[in-house]
């Protein structure tokens, strides 16, 4: 006798011995509904503004963190691909021009695509671009026959480009060390999304307990040894506790690996040195893995979107398992 009163089932019923089953069932509704409802909305803010954050991620910050980098080194490497032309006594070459044109165009075109995909202001950085374009220009085209006006162009181009604090370079980096602190920000989770999780995982912990509680006082009172409403309850419960934490979890680490990839690729174009065009091969590289990284995942898609339903479910099924125990034994009757 003192064994059994000494278990776990003895000291729960010890404890519920002074409530009526009427009003203990009641109670056990009212809390595993008001449970399930709120770990059901907290798990669903949760997932739900991880989802936000990779999609940010993917449509606005990388692209916006790429497009800086390529437009930086699309500008040294048409500047360098003049100077090669004057070195070797080219311009004026059929065809010799191509490279150094299409590297200024790659970098307005950059500059463009990102234009609606960042807060800041590229209005200075467009129009250096612009004045450092038709420097350029003019001394590979215009003046190709009269040497020192060629030179002081190519002299006043090369100043745009790369002059302290407000040359093109010196802002393009100081736009990509803002953008990419907004894309660290937008992957990172937050003190009040992982206190949110916090509070959806204790919650199911809590649901469980509460659906274990209400088995107990049905077996116990009541005489039924199954409600296939709160099983299914507390496996879907099980189940909110486990899958989206790891697909959470699988998604925070992709954003991480972007995060640290567009790091790469930053410093990548900011060392770019004398090569360039070595550089623009290794951040086209790093962009695919950034892209693969942060492409949108349709089984993740399909857990966010599942989480909802299932959150409605963990608050229908306790309703239904004790509503209808409770109507067909007591409220039937009043």
């Known amino acids: 006798m003192s064994r059994r009163r000494s278990s776990?089932?003895?000291?729960?019923?010890?404890?519920?011995?002074?409530?009526?089953?009427?009003?203990?069932?009641?109670?056990?509704?009212?809390?595993?509904?008001?449970?399930?409802?709120?770990?059901?909305?907290?798990?669903?803010?949760s997932c739900r503004q991880v989802q936000r954050n990779a999609d940010a991620l993917a449509a606005r910050e990388a692209p916006a963190v790429q497009g800086l980098a390529a437009t930086?080194?699309?500008?040294?490497?048409?500047?360098q691909e003049v100077h090669a032309l004057v070195a070797g006594n080219l311009i004026g070459v059929a065809g010799s021009g191509e490279t150094y044109r299409s590297q200024l165009s790659a970098a307005d075109q950059g500059l463009s695509r990102i234009a609606d995909r960042t807060d800041q202001d590229l209005g200075t950085v467009k129009g250096l671009l612009a004045t450092y374009t038709n420097s350029l220009t003019l001394g590979a085209s215009l003046?190709?026959?009269?040497?020192?006006?060629?030179?002081?162009?190519?002299e006043e181009a090369?100043?745009?480009?790369?002059?302290?604090?407000?040359?093109?370079?010196?802002?393009?980096?100081?736009?990509?060390?803002?953008?990419?602190?907004?894309a660290e920000a937008t992957a990172a989770m937050g003190g009040v999304q992982r206190g949110v999780?916090?509070?959806?995982?204790?919650?199911?912990?809590?649901?469980?307990?509460?659906?274990?509680?209400?088995?107990?006082?049905?077996?116990?009172?009541?005489?039924?040894?199954?409600?296939?409403?709160?099983?299914?309850?507390?496996?879907?419960?099980?189940?909110?506790?486990?899958?989206?934490?790891?697909?959470?979890?699988?998604?925070?680490?992709?954003?991480?690996?972007?995060?640290?990839?567009?790091?790469?690729?930053?410093?990548?174009?900011?060392?770019s040195g004398p090569e360039p065009a070595a550089a623009q091969r290794s951040v086209t590289e790093q962009s695919e893995d950034?892209?693969?990284?942060?492409?949108?995942?349709?089984?993740?898609?399909r857990v966010y979107r599942g989480t909802f339903a299932a959150g409605l479910l963990a608050v229908a099924l306790p309703a239904l398992g004790l509503g209808l125990r409770l109507d067909k034994d007591y409220w039937r009757r009043l």
């Not at 519920?16 to 009641?26: G, H, I, K, N, Q």
């Not at 003046?143 to 006006?149: A, E, F, H, I, K």
């Not at 296939?228 to 697909?247: D, E, G, K, R, S």
């Open 8 to 45: 776990p089932a003895a000291l729960w019923r010890d404890v519920l011995r002074p409530w009526r089953t009427r009003r203990l069932l009641e109670v056990h509704l009212l809390v595993l509904v008001l449970l399930a409802a709120a770990a059901a909305s907290a798990l669903f803010l």
């Open 72 to 79: 930086r080194l699309a500008a040294l490497r048409a500047d």
């Open 143 to 154: 003046y190709r026959d009269q040497p020192l006006m060629r030179e002081q162009k190519l």
């Open 158 to 182: 090369h100043s745009l480009l790369t002059r302290d604090r407000v040359g093109l370079v010196p802002r393009l980096d100081a736009l990509q060390r803002v953008q990419l602190r907004h």
């Open 197 to 271: 999780w916090w509070l959806a995982e204790c919650a199911l912990a809590a649901l469980a307990s509460a659906l274990v509680s209400a088995l107990f006082v049905l077996r116990d009172r009541c005489g039924r040894d199954w409600n296939a409403y709160l099983l299914a309850a507390f496996a879907l419960t099980v189940l909110l506790a486990v899958v989206p934490l790891m697909t959470v979890s699988a998604t925070e680490d992709g954003l991480t690996r972007a995060v640290g990839e567009l790091r790469q690729i930053t410093e990548v174009s900011r060392r």
């Open 290 to 301: 950034v892209r693969q990284d942060t492409d949108d995942d349709a089984w993740a898609d």
